[in-house]
């Protein structure tokens, strides 16, 4: 599991709660079932109207993805195709053969597999591309959906402020019904508030951090892939994937990757 948006997301939520408790009126003045209903439910409902059922489907997916530790590794990936480019170098492209059943990812391990079976550089680049191109798809996808949702969640907050202040002003002489219509008025916002700024925009943010994290992969993974069917020095493609690296990260997987 990640560790941050474990953290983040139970600090957040532990802090908003301790907030209410220190204001003295206890946190049973918070629960209203019908602002629940207004912006979950109604946010939910306006999502199922703006995208296509298996989509839906999948937020589950889609947030669990959230929570888990990548499985994309910039310097691993690096450090093992120097490796297959100084073995292709020393005894051939067959004799990666051997070693692709120990590839895990599985965009690494086709991309390879093409290499040894003498596929033409150009449809290697193509299919590679195409599959990142399709991954980039997929990823904008679901930003797009916890962005929009993110902005759907504090406007029905706002339905439901607006529909406590009618239920308000309808029944002015009536205290007991000025109390629940301000209540619902004021609980609705602070639903869509923190649905959409504790949860849904943060989930937005991580997915665009991992969508990044995962195109640059890819695109290291096509790099040292065409250049070791090229036969390109080992010494040169070191230089040109550790370019793909955060300047801070290069002179130490340098020094990894020479032994030094």
Do not use: C
């Amino acid at each position: 599991m990640d560790l941050a948006s474990i953290v983040g997301i139970g600090l957040g939520f532990g802090l908003i709660l301790m907030s209410m408790v220190l204001g003295g009126a206890g946190l049973s003045i918070y629960v209203d079932i019908p602002s629940v209903l207004m912006v979950i439910g109604g946010s939910f409902a306006a999502m199922l109207l703006s995208n296509p059922l298996p989509r839906m489907l999948g937020i589950a997916k889609l947030i669990n993805h959230i929570f888990k530790v990548p499985n994309y590794e910039l310097e691993k990936t690096i450090s093992t195709l120097v490796n297959f480019s100084e073995r292709a170098r020393r005894e051939g492209l067959l004799a990666l053969e051997d070693d692709i059943e120990e590839v895990e990812d599985e965009f690494l391990k086709n991309g390879i597999q093409m290499v040894v079976d003498g596929t033409d550089p150009e449809i290697i680049k193509t299919i590679l591309y195409n599959d990142l191109t399709q991954l980039e798809e997929r990823h904008a996808i679901g930003i797009k959906l916890m962005g929009d949702w993110g902005s759907l969640a504090p406007a029905f907050g706002m339905i439901g402020t607006l529909a406590g202040l009618i239920a308000m002003l309808s029944n002015l002489d009536d205290p007991d019904a000025i109390g629940s219509g301000m209540a619902m008025a004021l609980i609705t916002t602070m639903y869509g508030s923190i649905m959409a700024n504790m949860m849904l925009i943060p989930f937005k943010n991580k997915l665009q951090d991992r969508d990044q994290e995962e195109r640059l992969t890819r695109e290291i993974m096509i790099e040292g892939i065409l250049s070791i069917q090229a036969g390109d020095n080992p010494n040169i493609l070191k230089y040109k994937l550790v370019s793909f690296l955060d300047p801070q990260k290069r002179q130490s997987m340098m020094e990894e990757l020479t032994g030094e």
